[in-house]
């Protein structure tokens, strides 16, 4: 299979130069537009359990090119600490979300996050499930390139079940934990 659009950052564009008067933002609801109008068409293609797969998959691959790109190049971490400093900050400056950390337990590797004002969700209509799966991956992948061990994500509390934040619980994937890797940083 040939693939035209392999993603790599430069794909972003120069946005200074292309758009000099309309600058680097553009409004939440066009943003949710293409996220949503990508859902249904995948969605009526290919069901909802793989559409949900597939978005997990984009936002662990922006989850990692974001921390490759954004994260790094933003500051220097050399422990947890910086890390949640690093990623809380990037987050508030690309107009994400606002992160907390509310639980680490280091040594087994689980960590319990929530995101107010989210993005993807903050404000949307209340639904029976929880519908933030491309953050999900996103903090994937955010967590897997910083510890160098697989994650999974799970929102556990959304915007649109009711609650006014979005809450996910990062784990290490159980095949890292049989392996039985040590985490290369476990400082705070
Ligand atoms: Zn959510």
């Excluded at 035209?4 to 609801?29: Q, S």
């Excluded at 969605?43 to 974001?66: H, I, P």
């Excluded at 697989?150 to 095949?175: I, L």
Aim: charged share 25%.
């Amino acid at each position: 299979m040939t693939q035209r659009y392999k993603f790599n950052w430069d794909l972003l564009g120069d946005i200074a130069e292309g758009r000099p008067n309309l600058g680097p933002m553009v409004r939440t609801e066009i943003y949710r537009l293409m996220q949503f109008s990508f859902r249904d068409v995948l969605e009526q293609t290919y069901g909802t359990e793989a559409a949900d797969k597939l978005f997990y998959q984009a936002g662990l691959l922006a989850g990692k090119q974001f921390y490759q790109n954004v994260m790094k190049a933003a500051a220097a971490f050399n422990d947890f600490s910086d890390f949640i400093k690093t990623f809380q900050s990037t987050l508030a400056e690309k107009g994400i979300g606002i992160l907390r950390i509310e639980a680490a337990d280091h040594a087994r590797g689980r960590y319990v996050l929530s995101i107010a004002e989210d993005l993807d969700c903050a404000g949307l209509p209340e639904l029976d499930y929880e519908i933030c799966v491309y953050d999900e991956g996103f903090i994937a992948g955010i967590f897997a390139s910083y510890t160098g061990r697989e994650y999974t994500v799970k929102e556990v509390d959304c915007w649109c079940t009711g609650d006014r934040t979005c809450r996910f619980v990062a784990e290490v994937a159980a095949a890292n934990k049989l392996a039985g890797q040590p985490a290369d940083r476990r400082e705070v």
